[in-house]
Every structure is written in C-alpha cells, then in structure tokens.
C-alpha cells in the first residue's frame, strides 16, 4: 500500500523568506505526484504535479517541487513566499499500476506567513 | 469557479436523521470522488466511482450510501450518523483512463455536524 508523509504540521515564516515543505512517500513503483493547496475559505485545489520527464516541476504562484527517486521524496519550495500563500498544503501520490483514480493523500502542512 | 459544486456547503443533523448531499461536476470528467476531512487527520478517501461504477470503498461504514446516477452527479446519503461523522466531505473528479493518473477537481465541501 502507499502512504505519503509530510513531515512539517505547521510552518510560520516571515513574509520574503524561502520555503521548503516536505514530502516522502512510500510505494515502489511508478508514481505520479501532486501537491494540492486549500487556501482559507476555498476548495482544494491543484497546485503541481509530477508524472515524468523533468523532475523539476513548476506550478502556479512561483511554487516548483523536485520529485528524487532515490530519496522517495517530492518536496515544495518556493524562494519567497507572500502573506497570500498562507494556506494548507497537501501532498498526495497515485500509483501508476493500481486504479489510476486513487491518490493518497498526506496529513497536510499549514502555512502562516506574517506579513 | 471550480467546476465542482456541492449542496448544501452547510448541514446540521440529528442521529436519527436522513439526509443527502449532492455534487455536480460540470468538466466532462468520467470519476468522481468522496472525502471525509476531519481536522487533524489526513484526507480520507471514502468511495470513487469510475464511468457510474463503484470501484472503490473505503471500508467506509453502511450509514453512509454513495450513488451515482450518471457521469456528473454524485450523492451521498446519510442515516443514523455519529456525532465524529461530523467533518467536511469533500466530493472530487477527474478524468479516468486505465493506466493514466489524472489530477482531481475538487468541490468546496460541505460542512456537516451531527448533533
């Protein structure tokens, strides 16, 4: 079975400063690789994502994650974040060889950013 | 606009009450989703449905009974609830073909507390 660790509940910096979230998973297969954001008072909703080729992958809003096989790892980074990037983050992973349809999702980080 | 919508985003009910909620996707997808967000737990996927079939349940209790009459609207119906069934539901959809992973859309949610 896959599983997705997150391993940062609850991130606070300071308005300008870098951001590295992070995200292991555990499954020996292809993947594909998401990461989700649900900003206060909206839906989830996609914010990247891996399936192959580069494994640097940009999403919206400045946001990149860097998807390393060998370390089972698909972190999120961003070089500067925004007061408007608070949010809570999730990280999810979809087997390729089992139903295409069902990703498992991390606990979630939060995001605090003062501005 | 997430092309996700979900009745009602708001419900409150008894134990011994019979409810349902909707969702409607609006984005040609052929799967759609249930989650159970509770807070402090990771996103917990309850029953998907691919091209009108359940392919999947979560071992999710038979109080809560998925249906879905075609390929753009989902419900799930309520009886005889728990007070820690209270959580968000989140209803998702995504293309669905085998072997392909796809990126889900999800709804805003609705917001149910069983008194």
């Known amino acids: 079975a896959q599983s997705v660790s997150q391993h940062n509940h609850h991130v606070i910096l300071s308005e300008a400063a870098s951001l590295e979230l992070g995200c292991n998973y555990s499954?020996?297969?292809?993947?594909?690789l998401f990461w989700y954001v649900q900003y206060p008072g909206q839906h989830l909703q996609l914010l990247l994502k891996?399936?192959?080729?580069?494994?640097l992958v940009k999403g919206i809003k400045g946001f990149e994650a860097e998807f390393i096989k060998s370390k089972f790892s698909f972190n999120l980074r961003k070089p500067s974040v925004q007061w408007s990037d608070t949010a809570e983050y999730f990280c999810?992973?979809?087997?390729?060889?089992?139903?295409?349809?069902?990703?498992?999702f991390g606990d979630g980080t939060t995001l605090t950013v003062k501005p | 606009e997430t092309g996700v919508t979900q009745t009602p985003r708001h419900l409150v009910m008894g134990m011994t009450n019979k409810k349902s909620l909707k969702c409607e996707q609006h984005?040609?997808?052929?799967?759609m989703y249930w989650y159970k967000q509770s807070a402090k737990k990771p996103l917990e996927l309850m029953f998907v449905?691919?091209?009108?079939?359940?392919?999947e349940n979560n071992s999710v209790p038979s109080r809560f009974s998925p249906e879905c009459p075609n390929s753009s609207h989902l419900f799930l119906h309520l009886h005889t609830l728990q007070p820690e069934d209270s959580a968000l539901y989140l209803c998702a959809s995504s293309h669905h073909l085998a072997g392909e992973s796809y990126e889900q859309y999800f709804g805003p949610g609705t917001r149910l507390t069983v008194t």
């Open positions: 449905y691919n091209f009108k079939e359940q392919t």
């Open positions: 984005l040609g997808h052929n799967a």
């Open positions: 499954y020996g297969g292809t993947v594909n």
């Open positions: 999810a992973v979809n087997a390729s060889s089992t139903n295409a349809g069902k990703s498992t």
């Open positions: 891996y399936f192959s080729g580069d494994p």
